[in-house]
């Protein structure tokens, strides 16, 4: 029970840190301070289909896609960004629960590789789709590409501090 809270509350601190911070510039990279935190819900996602397998993952989501939207929501996102997180955050789960299901190697490889691509689909999608021209429209064209690798690469570095935290104090074997 604790993973599953662990990865509802990391979404939730996401969708609370993005809302009451500005994003921060690293030299062209746009990068929502929620960022941080969603590299590591990726890694709570594979502990929680490791312990409860790959159906009652996909049910938790679901859960975890509701209280999202909810929180985004009652912060005052728009209409369309709550549906572009919705939306983008349901495509790089089930795209990470599957990339996690069918890899074979270790725990950490599968962590590891499912959670970067989940990361990459995450950051593509909600950029094009909530942020760019096509969406919300607050970031212009020629941003968009640095803001999606900005994301990508946070989400990367923070799972793997991730990784390594909690496999040091044991969680991950």
Known sequence: ????????????????????????????????????FIGVTFIFRDLVQKKYGRKKTYLIIVLALALSALSSWFLGDTLWIV????????????????????????????????????????????VLVGLSPLGAGLIPWNAVMYAILGQAIVKTIMQLIGYFVIKSVGIIK
């Open 83 to 126: 549906f572009a997180s919705a939306a983008t955050f349901i495509f790089s789960e089930a795209f990470d629960t599957e990339v996690f299901t069918r890899l074979n190697g270790s725990f950490q490889k599968k962590v590891l590789v499912s959670g970067t691509v989940g990361g990459l689909i995450d950051s593509g999608l909600f």
């Open 1 to 36: 029970m604790v993973r599953i809270i662990l990865y509802i509350a990391g979404i939730i601190i996401a969708n609370v840190v993005t809302a009451s911070f500005a994003p921060i510039t690293l030299w062209k990279f746009i990068v929502p301070m929620g960022t941080l």
